[in-house]
């Protein structure tokens, strides 16, 4: 696995440590619990501002593309 950019590195760490908050469907998971995620990168010292919601719904995009394209 390719070391992340260090501007992404909050929000890598963030998942790794709260790497249960996903919403989860019928069908698996749709989604992450961005309100769990959000309280928890706080309790970290990481600022949740619009660039954490942007990178957060990045991150939650390929990690939504990697887990279908693995069910197939």
């Known amino acids: 696995m390719p070391e992340p950019h260090p501007a992404n590195r909050d929000i ?3 998942v790794t440590v709260a790497a249960g908050q996903w919403r989860l469907g019928p069908a698996g998971p749709v989604g992450l619990d961005w309100p769990a995620l ?3 990168a706080e309790s970290m010292g990481i ?3 619009e660039m954490f919601y942007r990178k957060l ?3 939650e995009r390929a990690a ?3 887990m ?3 069910d197939n």
């Open 64 to 66: 939504l593309e990697a």
């Open 47 to 49: 600022e949740t501002d």
């Open 57 to 59: 719904a990045i991150f």
């Open 12 to 14: 890598i760490d963030l």
């Open 68 to 70: 279908r394209r693995d």
């Open 38 to 40: 959000a309280r928890v």
